[in-house]
């Protein structure tokens, strides 16, 4: 029987999934996590830890490098709450274009007046919050995964011309796009033909601060930029000078900070949302339910989908018995591992060993209950990081 532990809000949904399947709540030593925005650390891990899903797209709160080095797969759960940041880039751009912040705030200041003074007042000022179409305007994605193409889509249904840009794009990625989509070479391109630019890439090493100075030089002038990625992909203090030198006319960030705080009090620029990109009662439930999904196939069957540190491993099922060894990805270890079986006296009916970096599972399937033994001698190589029959 599989334990697992949660942190955050898992939805019924997703927790009936695993009871269903005899898994066990256990907040001691459980096989598998599944978190949304809770920090891991070391701490959480114990030795019968197998997986971690985030319910979620990204994975910064998780010690991904720990965990590949325990052999503990980690999942996310791309594309679940896709259509929740689409609708709300959306919103976004309307709310940098058609002053409904400025112009609400306008109209609750008029709370003293009576109906007669109230449309007096508002016939006169309304033009002073008049704003832009999205029709014919150009939407600069940045990003062009499940929640880029959702959104290229979206917008192209509205009338707007979309530029892509997306050096590691997939082919199935590439399928799901209108055929409308003009793809950019730079991004320097695409900021410098784009009204609209929305970012849709994950924190790393590689996009921390992607978008800065020398970058900002080179909007197309009045753009407006819209962050509901990662905070770290943005420089906020060069996006205050670029707002301030008239370059960007606005920032739409789903992640506040102190001096972003201010420039919002201060003008009306930057419109700061509460990390609500995921926040809808769907996206939730369809992330929950991805992640136990994921976790359910993992620990049952030694299956692995949307890792964001193992290979992806598709097996169907030949027998009952199946060995699942996670190894580093050493030259021999498959040989050493498939000459313990034959000692044995076993016959694989089917088996499937793929890598990533460093790190490798192997699938085994046999029609007898391999022995204990077995399994020992198998987990007595040194490159072997766990062991175990599903």
């Not at 249904?157 to 997939?170: A, E, N, W």
């Not at 793809?183 to 601060?209: C, M, Q, R, W």
């Not at 929950?288 to 692995?304: C, P, R």
């Not at 970096?357 to 046999?366: G, K, N, Q």
Request: charge should be neutral; aromatic fraction near 4%; glycine fraction near 6%.
């Amino acid at each position: 029987m599989y334990k697992f532990k949660t942190f955050n809000n898992i939805s019924e949904q997703a927790l009936s999934l695993l009871k269903s399947a005899k898994f066990q709540h256990d907040e001691a030593k459980p096989d598998a996590i599944l978190i949304r925005s809770h920090p891991l650390t070391s701490k959480d891990f114990n030795q019968n830890l197998k997986s971690i899903a985030r319910a979620g797209t990204g994975f910064n709160n998780v010690p991904v490098e720990l965990a590949t080095k325990n052999g503990i797969v980690v999942f996310n759960t791309p594309g679940a709450n896709s259509n929740a940041v689409k609708e709300l880039v959306i919103c976004g751009m309307l709310l940098s274009s058609r002053g409904i912040i400025q112009g609400n705030a306008f109209a609750k200041s008029l709370s003293d007046k009576d109906e007669i003074e109230i449309n007096n007042i508002m016939e006169k000022e309304k033009k002073s919050f008049k704003g832009n179409e999205l029709k014919g305007k150009v939407l600069g994605i940045v990003g062009l995964g499940s929640v880029g193409s959702l959104l290229a889509h979206a917008a192209s249904v509205l009338g707007m011309k979309i530029i892509g840009y997306d050096p590691y794009i997939s082919v199935d990625a590439a399928w799901m796009l209108p055929k409308e989509v003009e793809k950019a070479e730079n991004l320097e391109f695409l900021l410098g033909n784009s009204d609209y630019i929305s970012l849709h890439v994950p924190l790393s090493n590689l996009t921390k601060n992607l978008v800065s100075k020398k970058l900002l030089n080179t909007l197309k002038k009045n753009a407006k930029l819209i962050n509901l990625s990662r905070g770290g992909v943005v420089n906020n203090s060069d996006v205050i000078d670029a707002l301030e030198n008239k370059k960007l006319s606005s920032y739409v960030t789903d992640f506040p900070t102190p001096e972003l705080i201010d420039r919002s009090v201060s003008n009306g620029d930057v419109v700061l949302l509460p990390h609500l990109g995921a926040s809808t009662k769907e996206a939730e439930i369809n992330c929950s339910v991805m992640a136990a999904e994921q976790t359910k196939d993992f620990l049952e069957n030694g299956l692995i989908t949307n890792s964001v540190n193992f290979p992806n491993v598709k097996l169907s099922r030949t027998t009952q018995f199946r060995i699942v060894i996670v190894h580093k990805d050493e030259p021999g270890v498959l040989g050493k591992i498939t000459s313990e079986v034959a000692n044995n006296n076993l016959n694989i009916s089917d088996m499937i060993n793929k890598s990533r970096d460093e790190i490798a599972i192997t699938l085994i399937d046999l029609h007898d209950n391999p022995p204990q033994e077995l399994l020992k001698k198998i987990d007595n190589n040194e490159h072997i990081l766990s062991v175990r029959v599903c």
